[in-house]
C-alpha cells in the first residue's frame, strides 16, 4: 500500500440523507449511495466521507450518536455499508466515516447510567459539575445552538456540559475508561473495513479544568470555545489514540479544528507528532461574520482570504492542509465567493481552479462540482436547521427587521448544503432523488442545475472539477511543490506559484466581474510553459507581462 495516499486523494463528501433515496421514503440512504457510485468514479474522487449514519434521535441530523455501533435504520444496515465499502474499493475509491466523539445523544447508554446518580460505573463518562454556591451555572459558558452550555440534573443535582444541544451531552475524555471505550470502537470500525475518519469538533475534547468565564463581549453561543478548545490535554489524547490504534491501520484521519490557528493545526498535523493527518481549520469560513457571528449580510475581503490562505498553505508546509470551500455547515461556495447568477459557471471553476492547485487535500461538498447555489427558501420557516432555528428565533427578539434576517438566513443557513442532491432536472420525479416528498425541500434552481444537464456539456463545471482531480493525480508539482504568493495587493486577483525541482506552476483567479488585469512575473514568461487548464473556452494564446482577464478568469500553467 503506497504510504501517505491522502495526500494525493480528493475527498468527495456525501451528506447521506440527502443524496440518493432508494427506498422511496423521501431520505437518502446507503443502497442510494451504492447506486450512485458509478457518478463518483466519472468524476474521479478518490474518498468518499459520510457525514454521520449511526444510530441517532436526530436533534442535529446524526451529530447525536445513540449507538455507536449501529446504522440507522433509515440509512439501511451494517451490510449495507459492507457492501458499499466492497463496490467502493472494487473501483478504487476509498471510504471514510464521520467519528463524533466530543459528545454523545442524551439517549446513549452511557448517559442514561450517569445522569441516574453520583454513583454509578458510568457517572464520570460525561463532565458534570455541581452548581454555584447560589445554584446558578458553573460557568457563563453558552451551546452553539442557543442557551446556556449547561443543562440541570435533579438526580444527580449537578450540571452537565453540552457544547452544543442540551441533547448532545459532552463526553469526559479526562477518563481513562471512557477513552478505553473510543478507542475500542474506533477498532471495531477500522476492523469493519472503513478507510479512516473525519473527526467532529475533536480539538474540543479536552476541557480546560479550571472552567474559567467567557468574557461577556464574546459573540453569541461561542463562550464556550474559550474554556473547550485546544485544551491542556487534546495533544496528549490523540497521540494516546494514534499510538495504541491509529498506527496500526493503513487509514486516514481529518480533524475538525473549529477555533484553531495554524500554528495550533500544526502541531495537530505534523507527522513526527503522530496525532492527526490533517485538520479543517475555518478561518476563510469567518471572513464574512457580523455581529450575529455567522448570521450576517456581510461580504468577504479578497485581501483577507488572500492572507488566511496563505499563512495556512505557509505554517503547514510541514504539516499537512485540508482545503475546502464547502460543508454540510457551510452555505454554498459559489454564492458566497463567487458570482451566482451572470457568471455562475465561471466563478465556480474559479473557485475550484484556487483550491485545487493548492497544497494540502481537497474535499468537494456533494453540489458543489454541479455549482449548485444558496436555496432561496420561501420561508424561513421552511430552514429545519437546529441552528438557523436558534438565530431566527434570537434575531426576532432582538428586533431585527424582517428583511435582514431573512438575508442572513439566505446567506448562512445550513440547509442552503441539505436540500437533496439534483440527479435530473424533473421535478415530477423528484430530481431524480426521490419519488416521495423529501425530508427538507427540493431547491427550485434543480431544474437547470442537476447531474444530467452537467453530464452532458461538455464545458460544465462537473467536467472542470473532473479536470483538476485528474491533474492532481498526474503531476507531483501539485500535491508537493512549495507555495507563494504573487501580487498581494491586487484587489481583484488572486494568484500564486507552486515550485518543485525544476519546474514552476503559476495560478491566476480573478475576482472581478469586469475585465482587468494582472502582472505577470517577467522571468517566468521567458521559459517554456503550457497551459494546463483555464475556465474560458478559448485559451490565452500567449501570456503577457500585463495579462488581460475576462471575468472571473482562472487558468493555471506549467513552466519547465
Ligand atoms: O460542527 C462544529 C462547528 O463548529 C459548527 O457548530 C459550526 O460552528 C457551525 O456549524 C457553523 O455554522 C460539527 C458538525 O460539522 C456539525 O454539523 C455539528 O452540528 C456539530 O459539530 C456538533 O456535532
Ligand atoms: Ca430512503
Redesign the pocket.
Known sequence: MEKDWWKHSVVYQVYPQSFKDSNADGIGDLKGIIEKLPYLATLGIDVIWLNPIYESPGV??G?DISDYYKIDPKYGQLDDLKTLLEEAHKIGIKVILDL?V??TSDKHRWFEESKKSQDNPYSDYYIWKDPKPDGSEPTNWGS?FGGSAWEYVPERNQYYLHC?AKE?PDLNWDNPKLREEIFQMIDWWFQFGIDGFRM??ITLISKDLNYPDAPESLPYTKSYYIGASNGPRVHEYLHELNEKVLKRYDVMTVG?A?NTNADQALRYTKPENEELNMVFH?DHMHLDYGRYG?FSDVRFKLSELKRVLSEWQDKLAEGWNSLHWS????PRAVTRFGDDSVYRVESAKMLATLLHMMKGTPYIFQGEELGMKNVPFEKVEDCQDI?TQYFLQLMKEKGEPESYIKESMYL?S?DNARTPFPWNGDANDGYGFSPSKPWIAYSSDNQFINAESALEDEGSVFYYYKQLIALRHQLPIIVHGDYELINESDSNVYSYLRTYENQTLLVVCSFADKPTYVDLPKELLERSGRCLIHNYPKEPSSLNVKQELQPYEAFVYLFD
Open positions: 442535529d441530523n451529530y463524533v466530543n459528545h452553539t452544543f448532545q467532529d469538533v475538525e473549529p475555518f455567522k460543508n454540510h455547515d457551510q441552528e448562512k445550513r
